[in-house]
């Protein structure tokens, strides 16, 4: 069993000394809202223990409780046999020392190298050789398939790639407990299970207990020891996998049921293409990212984009919007030839399309409410004063988030964030509509929910609608098209029914990866 390579003198904590983190009837406020209330939880050592929810519900909180980055307001956090309320700052650093922590955002420094934010942690507390602290990263980067990248920066990065250097970097000095706050969001299902793999590597390499918030279904039956619902600020249901089936708590099962496939089926006639790419090239630095890519967007159909991450989808996307112009091969939208238009055509054509995008890139200055009618007060033309809020009243309402409207994006949650910029989106009421990875970070009920807002826009307004997604259980929801964009080329492309039956490996792998057969 290998020591933490920071605190080499400190004995790792053993089974028989009790949960390395237990949670005694512990509570926290933030203002008037109880977010965590009376809370009851234990940790086992060298387990894994899965906490679910819904969006919101406090997971992130309770995590950073755990490992001493948020005390608790009342009851007793213990970790490694520690009460954190009666620890000093100097105590908790050292308690945090032995732990490792991945959060949503990656928190990587953009100023630096891939390997100096990895090494971090070495180089601040030990003395160790440069020339050993470069193995020692490179060694943790390529089974992860990131050595290429350890001299580059994270700007430079895709957002898998980004996930899986603060994954690295969160491991890097063997810590006894790791805590992961959805460590597979953003990810494409293959690399999902890949990463999904190396937490059950380390794990039994290193005799790791691991706490994962996350909200996928497979990655939950392949990782979880034991499993723990947070609801209403308090554990509402804990145990294995097996008791799932049994409980009889609603939520629980109301959780689950909702990351259940349906496939859509069609009857319809073939509309016209709204959107059409023909032998698209483009080459970044030498490197060919998209190879001849054809495709067909029909109008007033779903359709969505899948892939690797890395594999052009993005780039694709930007083309379609006319933000990258092709080294050959032509984009049409509409009638207009995006790639030899003129700049004022370009601008003109994207006033008639909805964007969301990963990060719901909110202004921190406005209230909720002004973020949703940003895009129309913006056109001054576009609506009335009553009108517009009319508009923000009714969406808000139909996303469930009425109770917010006078919020600062700031102090809502990151899947309040991500339904707010899908208001504001869908406010504009857009002929195209383009989803980048629109339900990513959110829970299998908060995923249902946005794809059947998805649905409903589509079709009370008539749109088009192009969503990228690494979700294949919402793919297979609400697609009428899927096309999967597999180096640089497109794979596949059909209804749900043709990519299901398709027989390429690599098309059923990205499939099997979240909808087992």
Not at 152 to 161: F, N, Q, T, V
Request: proline share 4%; charged share 25%.
């Amino acid at each position: 069993m290998r020591q933490n390579l920071i605190l080499p003198n400190v004995v790792r904590w053993q089974a028989e000394q009790g949960p390395v983190v237990r949670l005694d009837h512990v509570s926290q406020r933030f203002g008037e809202k109880t977010v965590i209330d009376d809370l009851c939880l234990d940790i086992e050592v060298g387990k894994t223990t899965v906490i679910i929810g819904e969006s919101g519900s406090g997971k992130s909180v309770l995590i950073k409780m755990m490992n001493g980055l948020h005390v608790p307001g009342s009851g007793q956090c213990m970790l490694f046999g520690r009460d954190t309320r009666a620890c000093s700052t100097t105590e908790l650093i050292a308690l945090r020392k032995r732990t490792g922590t991945i959060l949503q955002d990656y928190a990587l420094i953009d100023s630096i190298s891939v390997f100096e934010n990895i090494a971090f942690p070495i180089v601040e507390n030990t003395s160790m050789p440069h020339a050993q602290v470069r193995k020692l990263v490179e060694e943790a980067l390529e089974p992860l398939g990131l050595l290429d990248a350890i001299d580059k920066y994270p700007y430079e990065l895709s957002g898998g790639m980004k996930k899986r250097v603060s994954f690295v970097r969160a491991t890097i000095h063997q810590p006894e407990l790791v805590f992961f706050d959805e460590p597979t969001t953003g990810l494409d299902p293959l690399m999902i299970v890949f990463v999904d793999g190396i937490i059950r590597e380390l794990r039994k390499r290193y005799a790791m207990t691991s706490v994962i918030i996350s909200h996928d279904i497979q990655s939950i039956y392949r990782l979880a020891d034991r499993v723990a619902f947070l609801h209403g600020g308090r554990i509402i249901f804990e145990g294995s996998l097996d008791d799932i089936s049994s409980t009889r708590e609603p939520e629980v099962r109301r959780f689950f049921d909702s990351a259940s496939r349906a496939v859509k089926t069609h009857t319809e006639r073939v509309p016209r293409n709204l959107v059409e790419v023909r032998d698209l090239h483009k080459s970044f630095a030498g490197r060919a990212v998209l190879k001849g890519v054809s495709l067909d967007i029909p109008e007033r159909k779903i359709t969505v984009i899948i892939g690797g991450s890395g594999s052009g989808k993005s780039v694709l996307l930007k083309h379609i919007l006319g933000l990258f112009v092709p080294d050959s091969g032509s984009v049409t939208v509409d009638g207009l030839d995006v790639v030899h238009c003129s700049e004022s055509e370009r601008e003109h054509m994207r006033t008639q399309i909805g964007m969301l995008f990963q990060g719901a890139a909110l202004f921190d200055s406005m209230t909720v409410a002004e973020n949703i009618a940003f895009p129309l007060a913006e056109r001054r033309h576009a609506a009335a004063p009553d009108d517009i809020r009319q508009r923000v009243h009714d969406i808000m309402a139909r996303l469930k988030i009425s109770d917010i409207a006078d919020a600062w994006p700031s102090d809502i949650s990151a899947g309040q964030r991500k339904r707010v910029g899908l208001a504001r989106a869908i406010i504009t009421r857009p002929k195209l509509m383009i989803y980048d990875e629109p339900t990513t970070g959110q829970d299998p009920i908060m995923i249902r929910y946005v794809d059947d807002m998805i649905l409903e826009a589509h079709d009370e307004f008539q749109l088009t609608t192009i969503v990228i997604s690494h979700d294949m259980v919402s793919t297979f929801r609400i697609a009428d098209q899927i096309a999967m964009v597999y180096e640089g080329g497109i794979a596949a492309c059909g209804s749900p029914e043709t990519l299901m039956a398709c027989e390429k490996p690599e098309v059923q792998r990205m499939i099997r990866a979240q909808i087992p057969k």
